[in-house]
T-cell receptor, first 111, second 117 residues
Framework: SQKIEQNSEALNIQEGKTATLTCNYTNYSPAYLQWYRQDPGRGPVFLLLIRENEKEKRKERLKVTFDTTLKQSLFHITASQPADSATYLCALGNYGQNFVFGPGTRLSVLP | NAGVMQNPRHLVRRRGQEARLRCSPM?????VYWYRQLPEEGLKFMVYLQKENIIDESGMPKERFSAEFPKEGPSILRIQQVVRGDSAAYFC???????????????FGQGTRLTVV
């Protein structure tokens, strides 16, 4: 059965550094991969989507890569700020179908 | 344009009662997805609906759970004869159409926190 893993439950980094989060998957060939941010007690908020034929996508301080050979996506937050502290979720899907989430990584950016 | 509205935000039910969770998608959105999140766990897909149709219910338990998205009104997730294990946060999301290369984003509501006592 399909499996999605995110590198660690929790990641602590110093303000100003680059945070790198990993999403790995097995037994799945997604057409796209999404990244969401979730704050405690709130619903997930969409950040970025990258398609299987795209290697990299950027949005402001965010950068996502997608390697379908390695079955991995990397999510980078550059010049991190304490306000970036949240849980980050990757989600995979195929067009016209539902999408499934990884367990999430809780990021803490320390001032 | 209001976001995805879920109500109630908090729901307490005794074991054996029924729980009804409502989700009003964003205006113009005809696709709704329901997810369940247990404390400290990720979001688990339950059901994907389009107006008056269930597209995929592979994540929904066969017994006690049902979902609908009528032509008029909100989508409803219904849990009959609730048990303690049903206690969780239930989130719905909506999109204007199926997620494709053009429609790339699903918008989530704030969730309904169900507590079964």
């Amino acid at each position: 059965s399909q499996k999605i893993e995110q590198n660690s439950e929790a990641l602590n980094i110093q303000e100003g550094k680059t945070a790198t989060l990993t999403c790995n998957y097995t037994n799945y060939s997604p057409a796209y991969l999404q990244w969401y941010r979730q704050d405690p007690g709130r619903g997930p908020v969409f950040l970025l989507l990258i398609r299987e034929n795209e290697k990299e996508k950027r949005k402001e301080r965010l950068k996502v890569t997608f390697d379908t050979t390695l079955k991995q996506s990397l999510f980078h937050i550059t010049a991190s700020q304490p306000a970036d502290s949240a849980t980050y979720l990757c989600a995979l899907g195929n067009y016209g179908q539902n999408f499934v989430f990884g367990p999430g990584t809780r990021l803490s950016v320390l001032p | 344009n209001a976001g995805v509205m879920q109500n109630p935000r908090h729901l307490v039910r005794r074991r054996g009662q029924e729980a009804r969770l409502r989700c009003s998608p964003m205006k113009g959105h005809s696709h709704v997805y329901w997810y369940r999140q247990l404390p400290e766990e990720g979001l688990k897909f339950m059901v994907y609906l389009q107006k008056e149709n269930i597209i995929d219910e592979s994540g929904m338990p066969k017994e006690r759970f049902s979902a609908e998205f009528p032509k008029e009104g909100p989508s409803i997730l219904r849990i009959q004869q609730v048990v303690r294990g049903d206690s969780a946060a239930y989130f719905c999301a909506s999109s204007p159409g199926p997620l494709t290369g053009v429609n790339t984003e699903a918008f989530f509501g704030q969730g309904t926190r169900l507590t079964v006592v």
